[in-house]
């Protein structure tokens, strides 16, 4: 009986911490990209409040864990930001507007110029989006960004330096939401 109870414990004990909650959502501790064999760890999720309200909840996958901004930056490999709306519902233009003020709060005056074009091309990629609506941004070198909503492939922008572009509105110097920042790097 001892052995039993040791083993239905110790079972118990390993799911827990091999998935995170965050506002009753189960957030997952890995993840691949369709058709894609590489495994993506969970580095950290949080919440993106605005104002009083809870948004979205904002998870960040890499293929090995990284505390610092920098570090994800430059980490090879395939990345995941994926946001799972918690707020009723969000019109395809504040979600661009929101895209807009991420890239102009963190990229200099050269880089938004740079990047005009992809930016533009992945706000057209988007839709109004209700509570339990999924986003992943999906990026896979030398293929570029996926956007993904509920499952569906939306379209990619391409290239390898739109994705850090896009990583900044997270874990830039301005970030939308600092205590997300922290959360996605795992601090919290």
């Given at each position: 009986?001892?052995?039993?109870?040791?083993?239905?414990?110790?079972?118990?004990?390993?799911?827990?911490?091999?998935?995170?909650?965050?506002?009753?959502?189960e957030i997952v501790d890995t993840v691949s990209h369709s058709n894609q064999s590489t495994k993506l760890v969970l580095n950290g999720a949080g919440i993106r409040t605005k104002f009083i309200f809870d948004i979205y909840i904002g998870s960040l996958y890499l293929e090995k864990k990284q505390l610092q901004a920098k570090d994800v930056y430059n980490?090879?490999?395939?990345?995941?930001?994926?946001?799972?709306?918690?707020?009723?519902?969000?019109?395809?233009?504040?979600?661009?507007?929101?895209?807009?003020?991420?890239?102009?709060?963190?990229?200099?005056?050269?880089?938004?110029?740079?990047?005009?074009?992809?930016?533009?091309?992945?706000?057209?990629?988007?839709?109004?989006?209700?509570?339990?609506?999924?986003?992943?941004?999906?990026?896979?070198?030398?293929t570029g960004t996926r956007v993904v909503i509920n499952g569906k492939s939306n379209g990619i922008v391409e290239g390898d330096d739109f994705f850090i572009a896009l990583l900044k509105i997270w874990l830039g110097d301005e970030p939308a939401d600092s205590d997300l920042k922290e959360a996605m790097l795992g601090s919290e």
């Open positions: 009986m001892k052995p039993l109870f040791l083993a239905l414990f110790c079972s118990i004990f390993s799911m827990s911490i091999q998935a995170k909650t965050v506002a009753d959502i980490s090879p490999g395939e990345k995941r930001i994926s946001m799972h709306f918690l707020y009723d519902e969000i019109s395809k233009e504040k979600l661009v507007n929101g895209w807009n003020d991420g890239f102009e709060n963190n990229l200099s005056k050269n880089e938004l110029v740079k990047f005009k074009d992809q930016i533009n091309q992945f706000n057209n990629l988007f839709v109004a989006v209700k509570k339990g609506d999924v986003i992943n941004l999906n990026f896979i070198p030398t």
